[in-house]
């Protein structure tokens, strides 16, 4: 059985660009929580995705989207990127929506 | 809003002592957890605790919960180096999306 898996884990990027962050959920889990985690502080809550569908998002902009496949492999796609947006991007999986999440190694998003 | 602190903010202390970190919630959850994260890591899960009184130890570590104060400790006996690491307690409400709220974390550092 495979963990949750993340992609890619490093990135650059400058003010203004856009950047797409991948996650493979664990086996058998149907749900995908994304979280920021800026330097020094505790994750925050995105969005989360269950079956296909955003089930409930954080105080985070529209510019913050995501999206869930049939497989049940998830993207958060961040637009116009500020330097704000510097940070650990966490996504975990949890066998649905109610239960324990298991985190992924997270993708360090660096904009410059 | 639900909100998590917890206390120290920084735990400086010698190997073979003891010490306790604090985690106080604000409003009624259903769960509460205990993770780890190593720098540059991601987090790994510790325990998960359900109900009031509830008690948990692996280790040199123990964590309990009292619900009616909305307290939660993790106890750390003798420590060692190799737990060094930044701890955050999170709470969730299940039927409410199931976000976790994270703490501001706790650095324990380990000296020799």
């Given at each position: 059985e495979t963990g949750v898996t993340q992609s890619p884990t490093h990135l650059i990027k400058t003010r203004g660009q856009q950047v797409t962050l991948r996650c493979s959920s664990q086996s058998g889990h149907n749900t995908v929580s994304w979280y920021q985690q800026a330097l020094g502080q505790g994750p925050q809550f995105i969005f989360q995705y269950y079956r296909e569908e955003e089930n409930g998002r954080g105080?985070?902009?529209?510019?913050?989207s995501g999206l869930q496949f049939p497989n049940y492999s998830s993207e958060l796609n961040v637009n116009?990127?500020?330097?704000?947006?510097?940070a650990l991007y966490l996504c975990a999986s949890s066998l649905d929506r109610d239960s324990t999440q298991y985190f992924g190694p997270g993708t360090r998003l660096t904009v410059l | 809003e639900l909100k998590v602190e917890q206390n120290p903010l920084f735990l400086s202390m010698q190997e073979g002592k003891n010490y306790t970190i604090y985690c106080n919630y604000s409003t009624t959850s259903d769960r509460l957890y205990w993770y780890r994260q190593d720098p540059g890591k991601s987090l790994e899960s510790l325990f998960v605790l359900l109900s009031n009184g509830a008690v948990k130890q692996e280790g040199r570590l123990m964590a309990s919960l009292d619900t009616k104060a909305r307290l939660s400790t993790l106890h750390i006996t003798a420590?060692?180096?190799?737990?060094?690491a930044t701890y955050f307690c999170a709470v969730d409400r299940t039927g409410t999306a199931s976000k976790l709220t994270f703490g501001t974390g706790t650095r324990l550092q380990v000296t020799l």
């Open positions: 105080n985070f902009p529209p510019r913050f116009a990127l500020e330097l704000d947006d510097s | 420590a060692v180096h190799d737990l060094s």
